[in-house]
C-alpha cells in the first residue's frame, strides 16, 4: 500500500511570487519570493535600504509591484487596496509611527476598529440600537487589548504627549485591534532602550502563543496571532524571537533558513560587513 506523504513543513499562509519593485531607476525588489507560514515568526532582516520595508508595503496593499504576486489563503491579492488588506486580516505597524496624534490611545485603538463597523451614518448617529451594541462589542476587545499591553495609564492621553516608546506600543495597539490573521511588524522595537525592548519581545511572544482564558471574549488575544513578521534591525532580538529568518540585500533575497543557518551564512555575513565597511 502506497504510504500517504507526509509533510514536515508548515503549511503556507502568504506566499510572495517573484516580486519585482522599482521605483523609476531604482530596483527596491528584484524577483523575491518567500513563503509566509503558520505557526511561524519570521523575521526579515538586510542592511538599509534592501527593501524590507518595501516588502511589508506590497503586502498590505501599499505598494503595487510590477511583477509577481502575493497569495493570501491561496487568494491572489497582488493588487488589493490597504483598507482591504486590513479586513482580510494583514495588520501592520510603520517604522515611524503613524497614529493620530491629536486623539488619545483609546480613540487610536477605536479608530481601527471603523474597518469592521457594519452600522451606517444614520443609525451611528444616532447611537441606538444596532449602534448601540456594535459599539459596545468594539470597545470590550479595545479594552481587552488595552490591558494586554499594560497601557491603561494612558488610556485617555493625547499620543502626541505620550513618549515615542509608549507610541510605539500604541500602535501595537490598534494593530492588534484589527484582529488580524497575520501581523506585520516594521521595527518595532527602533529607537527603544533595553527594558524597553524586552517587554516588546515579551509582548510578540504572548501576542504569537495567545492568553488562553486570560482574555475568552478576545480571540485574538485569546487564540494568539500565529503568523508574525518581523523587521527588526537588533540581531539578538531576531536571533530570539524567529523561527525563520530571510536576508535581503540591494532588494534581493540572498539567504534563508533558520536563525543558526543565516548566523553562518557567508552571504550575510559579508552583506553586513560591507555595510559597516561603508560606515
Ligand atoms: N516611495 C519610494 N520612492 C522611491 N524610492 C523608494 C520608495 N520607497 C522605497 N524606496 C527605495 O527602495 C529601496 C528599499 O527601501 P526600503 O525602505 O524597503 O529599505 P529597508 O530595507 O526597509 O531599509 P531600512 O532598514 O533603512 O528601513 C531604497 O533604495 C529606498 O530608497
Known amino acids: 500500500m502506497a504510504q500517504p506523504i507526509i509533510s514536515a513543513e508548515k503549511p503556507v499562509k502568504v506566499s510572495l511570487r517573484n ?9 527596491a525588489l528584484k524577483d523575491v519570493s518567500v513563503d509566509i507560514r503558520e505557526n511561524e515568526i519570521l523575521a526579515i532582516i538586510g542592511p ?22 502575493i497569495l493570501f489563503e491561496g487568494r491572489n491579492i497582488s493588487r488589493i487596496r490597504p483598507d482591504k488588506a486590513a ?18 490611545t483609546l480613540e487610536n485603538a477605536m479608530a481601527a476598529r471603523h474597518v469592521f463597523m457594519k452600522q451606517n451614518l444614520l443609525t451611528g448617529a444616532l447611537y441606538f440600537g444596532p ?10 476587545v479595545v479594552e481587552d487589548i488595552i ?14 504627549s505620550l513618549p515615542y516608546g509608549m507610541r510605539k506600543r500604541i500602535e501595537l495597539a490598534r494593530a492588534l485591534a484589527l484582529e488580524p490573521k497575520v501581523l506585520l511588524l516594521d521595527e518595532p522595537m527602533a ?5 524597553e525592548k524586552e517587554d516588546i519581545a515579551r509582548f510578540i511572544v504572548d501576542i504569537f502563543e495567545g492568553q488562553g482564558e486570560s ?10 496571532i500565529r503568523t508574525i513578521v518581523l523587521i527588526e534591525h537588533d540581531m539578538g532580538v531576531v536571533m530570539d524571537l ?31 560587513l560591507g555595510q559597516s565597511a561603508k560606515k
Open 19 to 27: 516580486l519585482t519593485l522599482s521605483f523609476g531607476g531604482i530596483t
Open 48 to 69: 538599509n535600504g534592501a527593501g524590507k520595508t518595501c516588502l511589508l508595503n506590497c503586502l498590505n496593499g501599499f505598494y503595487k509591484p510590477q511583477k509577481g504576486e
Open 87 to 104: 479586513r482580510m486580516g494583514l495588520a501592520r505597524t510603520f517604522q515611524n509611527i503613524e497614529l493620530f496624534s491629536g486623539l488619545t
Open 131 to 140: 449602534a448601540h451594541n456594535e459599539e459596545i462589542r468594539h470597545r470590550r
Open 147 to 160: 490591558d494586554f499591553l499594560e497601557i491603561e495609564p494612558v488610556r485617555n492621553k493625547t499620543v502626541a
Open 191 to 195: 529607537g527603544m532602550n533595553t527594558e
Open 215 to 224: 482574555y475568552p471574549d478576545t480571540p485574538v488575544l485569546r487564540d494568539g
Open 242 to 272: 524567529a523561527d525563520r529568518i530571510v536576508v535581503l540585500d540591494f532588494g534581493r533575497k540572498i539567504a534563508e533558513g533558520t536563525p543558526e543557518e543565516i548566523k553562518n551564512n557567508p552571504l550575510v555575513i559579508s552583506a553586513y
